[in-house]
């Protein structure tokens, strides 16, 4: 009941949408909840494939029969779905999932993300001082005052967002077939990923008199920085895992080390193909890429397709050098109508941002490579 009043609130106009965002992020913290105690009496748990007499066919009780119904669409003949409806959907959620998030899901997926409130618009966090070296003593009688002194640093966390619209006619249509859903997460999930890799200029917060922007992987002025052999070129395919290694060395003496499988090598498109050949002729069964995961620190190679031509990004995943703050995940909300010959509109939106974190020396676990 609680969602549905959410969506009954939400205005007709982008404005009154907006502002009913913050409301939103509540109430979705408790949607678990509201639903387990909304279903808790009725014997069947949360998820249920009913036929058109409301007959329940799975339970929760049941999680393999529940599956089973609702990837065959094994309803009986009167069922409530059509199987080329329950085919449509599916396709659907396969392609958005197909053009997945690869730099924003790497973070999640390896703990690097923490939940903050939507109203949050800067999303600070803090670095200290270098300490003295440790002292070892048999029989400690001094002991070193190592004052902490904390810097704070903050990222503007704004809304990506896409709307679209149907005409009334087609609404009936719209949960199954609507080019405006797919394509409006398609935009708003590379926006995201664009954002990370290359930041994007125009967001700005003045902050007690200071600016922050909002910085990707390429664009952060304190990530390292070096040139490499243009990889996509046949000829410098010996060269390849050669300056890989060299970089993890620099990445090492230079920004304050990095750990054993620590670190994911983005790559331009093309360069990705390029790793698609023989490491060389004597290991015709070895591609270079099979190569470069062989180099200790190296954790993955991924290709993103927001590098521009011909760049190399090496990310340590770890909490010092990154995470990412998530005030809502991609969804989407319909406006209120007040004419029933209107379009039916809705927002497509998402609120996270990464932060590229720098110590007190201003060193950053990234390195970006360009020819």
Known sequence: ???????????????????????????????????????KELGHGKYVVVNADGEVLAKDADKAK????????????????RHEDFLTIRDVIVEVRRRKLNGITDLEEAGLSFNVDIGEQLVGFENVNEFREAVQEMNPETYE??????????????????SWSVPWRQQGFDYKRSVGLRESVRQVSEKLEDVLFNGNTSVVVNFQGTLFPLYGYTTHPNRGMDTISDWTLLANRD????????????MWSLQGGVGN????????????NAFQNDYNSQF???????????????????????????QVVLVEMDSRTIELAKASDIITVPHVKTDPLQPQVSTTYAAMVAQIKQDSNGITGIRHLTI
């Open 284 to 310: 015709p069964s070895k591609m270079v890429l099979n190569r470069l995961l062989d180099i200790a620190q190296i954790k993955e190679v991924k290709p993103a397709e927001k590098l521009a031509s011909k």
């Open 239 to 250: 060269k390849i895992i050669e300056e890989a290694v060299d970089q993890i060395g620099q």
């Open 261 to 272: 499988d620590s670190v994911v090598m983005y790559v331009a498109n093309d360069v990705w």
């Open 145 to 162: 005052n190592n004052d902490s002194v904390f810097s704070e640093f903050y990222v503007p966390n704004p809304i990506t967002h896409q």
């Open 1 to 39: 009941m609680l969602q549905s009043n959410l969506k009954m609130s939400i205005g007709g106009s982008r404005h009154a949408h907006a502002a009913n965002i913050l409301s939103a992020s509540n109430a979705w913290k408790n949607f678990e909840a509201l639903h387990a105690n909304a279903y």
């Open 66 to 81: 529940l599956q089973k119904a609702i990837e065959t669409n094994s309803f009986e003949a009167n069922g409530t779905l």
